[in-house]
């Protein structure tokens, strides 16, 4: 066989470096105290499969790390309730499956960091924190070992980022332009904020969370509000919502 006439890899360059890049941002997450939540409604073997690795040291005598499987009929629901601020949800499934979608474009209004497993037709970029896709129409990747290598080797790359506790610490954002008299970056962001309860005064506000926390908000800009609404949030006021067919904003 000539090299011409080899298979493709398994895991090639662009997906190996997304896997390196996954597995620290992951290792400074559990580092932080976060608990990994996974998610497969298409492939629920996959969910139960990726907590079972998570949760067993690589090598023995090291620490075993956080994470749950969350495989109830309404994962959205599951994820909404189980998520705190700086936890980890990873989700195994295709780039349509509609509850994943919905996860995805929540998430950041729960705190939480995202990393996607799937195949075929990827996500559009931002979907997601961390996409980890094998390009390849044939639908019986997710059947087969090529899912199980990806998040295997995730699950060993983040431990081997544990041996180098230098990586562990990420950047402080206050080491960058910001002061305490605030910058014009920091002033211009736009949050998202998922609506807990709405509100029949609007003078008390609505209550929403957000990646820091519950908070008040005022909506009179956008109207009437319901509760699970995603808003983006400014300056303590709702400027939009953000309809079930829209991309959030990243």
């Known amino acids: 066989?000539?090299?011409?006439?080899?298979?493709?890899?398994?895991?090639?360059?662009?997906?190996?470096?997304?896997?390196?890049?996954?597995a620290l941002a992951l290792a400074r997450r559990f580092q932080a105290g976060a608990t990994l939540w996974v998610v497969s409604p298409q492939w629920?073997?996959?969910?139960?499969?990726?907590?079972?690795?998570?949760?067993?040291?690589?090598?023995?005598?090291?620490?075993?790390?956080?994470?749950?499987?969350?495989?109830?009929?309404?994962?959205?629901?599951?994820?909404?309730?189980?998520?705190?601020p700086g936890d980890v949800?990873?989700?195994?499934?295709?780039?349509?499956?509609?509850?994943?979608?919905?996860?995805?474009?929540?998430?950041?209004?729960?705190?939480?960091?995202?990393?996607?497993?799937?195949?075929?037709?990827?996500?559009d970029p931002g979907s997601a924190t961390h996409i980890l896709w094998v390009d390849s129409d044939d639908p019986m990747v997710p059947v087969t070992g090529r899912f199980v290598l990806m998040?295997?080797?995730?699950?060993?790359?983040?431990?081997?980022?544990?041996?180098?506790?230098?990586?562990?610490?990420?950047?402080?954002?206050?080491?960058?332009?910001?002061?305490?008299?605030?910058?014009?970056t920091c002033s211009d962001e736009g949050r998202l904020a998922e609506v807990v309860a709405a509100s029949s005064d609007p003078l008390a506000g609505t209550l929403v969370r957000t990646a820091t926390g519950e908070e008040r908000v005022d909506t009179t800009l956008v109207g009437h509000v319901e509760v699970h609404d995603l808003l983006l949030v400014h300056g303590g006021a709702a400027i939009t919502r953000i309809p079930p067919d829209k991309e959030v904003p990243r």
Do not use: N
């Not at 996860?103 to 705190?111: F, L, V």
């Not at 506790?165 to 950047?171: K, S």
């Open 1 to 22: 066989m000539t090299t011409s006439d080899a298979p493709a890899p398994l895991i090639d360059p662009e997906l190996s470096a997304d896997l390196a890049a996954t």
């Open 151 to 184: 998040y295997h080797l995730l699950w060993e790359l983040t431990h081997v980022c544990f041996e180098h506790p230098g990586l562990l610490h990420a950047p402080d954002p206050s080491d960058g332009d910001c002061t305490e008299d605030g910058c014009v």
């Open 44 to 84: 629920e073997p996959h969910a139960h499969h990726v907590a079972v690795e998570f949760v067993h040291p690589v090598i023995m005598g090291k620490r075993a790390l956080p994470a749950v499987s969350l495989v109830e009929p309404d994962p959205v629901a599951q994820c909404r309730v189980a998520t705190r």
């Open 89 to 123: 949800i990873l989700a195994v499934a295709s780039a349509d499956q509609p509850q994943v979608r919905d996860i995805m474009r929540r998430a950041a209004a729960w705190g939480a960091d995202t990393i996607w497993i799937g195949s075929g037709t990827r996500p």
